[in-house]
């Protein structure tokens, strides 16, 4: 079932956001622009010897130490899945797509606390140009997932000016 389906069987609201095709949850929020920790991204995440769904905003990473032990699980029983693992899993999606509503899949999905102080929150839908704008309470309330603090804030490098040999810039 689709999430739209699903969400409109459930009378959730939400918008619909069409944009074009988005790689990255990143470039989903330069795209729609919006900023990037209210757009989230979902990742596959292999556990011992179950699948769970991550979901984090676009501005951070998941840090697997974190996880590991918010799971409570050695860091090496957890892993992120492969795109085969995520494409036997969510088949209904366009390929590289996870869906943040792991319970559709039979998935527990947890969900990072940073989300819990915003009222709205975007996820991406079962392909690469579609989202979803809706209340982050509404979600909580159909997907039920566990909150916690598992990511990291995402390194940004910015390439440092060069000066020239005469003192004066290169341009």
């Known amino acids: 079932m689709s999430i739209l389906d699903d969400l409109r069987d459930r009378g959730v609201w939400y918008e619909l956001l069409l944009h074009r095709p988005a790689s990255c949850s990143t470039r989903r929020?330069?795209?729609?622009?919006?900023?990037?920790?209210?757009?989230?991204?979902?990742?596959?995440?292999?556990?011992?010897?179950?699948?769970?769904?991550?979901?984090?905003?676009a501005t951070r990473s998941i840090d697997l130490?974190?996880?590991?032990?918010?799971?409570g699980l050695e860091r090496s029983e957890v892993r992120l899945a492969t795109e085969d693992e995520a494409a036997r899993v969510f088949r209904d999606c366009e390929a590289g797509v996870v869906?943040?509503?792991?319970?559709?899949?039979?998935?527990?999905?947890?969900?990072d606390d940073e989300f819990a102080r915003l009222p709205i929150v975007v996820f991406g839908a079962n392909s690469r140009h579609e989202a979803v704008r809706m209340r982050?309470?509404?979600?909580?309330?159909?997907?039920?997932?566990?909150?916690?603090?598992?990511?990291?804030?995402?390194?940004?490098?910015?390439?440092?000016a060069r000066r020239s040999r005469g003192g004066r810039r290169a341009g």
Not at 44 to 56: F, G, H, T, W
Not at 99 to 111: D, E, H, M, N, S
């Open 136 to 160: 982050f309470a509404d979600f909580v309330s159909l997907e039920r997932p566990f909150l916690a603090s598992f990511t990291c804030p995402i390194e940004i490098h910015t390439p440092v």
């Open 99 to 111: 869906p943040a509503f792991g319970r559709l899949y039979g998935l527990k999905t947890i969900v």
């Open 65 to 71: 130490d974190r996880l590991s032990a918010v799971l």
């Open 29 to 57: 929020a330069g795209l729609m622009k919006l900023p990037g920790r209210i757009v989230a991204k979902a990742v596959l995440v292999q556990a011992r010897d179950s699948a769970l769904v991550a979901v984090l905003p």
